[in-house]
């Protein structure tokens, strides 16, 4: 993590979204460090507005139920 400064408002913005904040801490760390390394490779990271990062974090959350749907035999873990 080169940025612990975007790290820390990333980790912020998604500890106020609703579904992301009942994940289970691993969990939690594990969907905040791939926003970290999606939004990190944008042109102006520092700059993008908490509006649009909390669109990604819906892009992402669509993605990741939407491939649950696609292989619905893995099923969900609890823990």
Not at 15 to 27: P, Q
Not at 50 to 65: A, N, P, S, W, Y
């Amino acid at each position: 993590m080169n940025n612990k400064t975007l790290y820390k408002r990333l980790d912020e913005i998604c500890a106020r979204e609703h579904i992301v904040n009942k994940l289970s801490a691993n969990k939690y760390k594990t969907f905040v460090d791939l926003l970290y390394i999606d939004i990190s490779s944008w042109d102006e990271p520092m700059n993008v507005s908490e509006v649009d990062v909390i669109h990604r974090i819906g892009e992402h959350l669509t993605r990741m139920v939407s491939s649950m749907l696609v292989y619905p035999n893995i099923g969900t873990t609890y823990d």
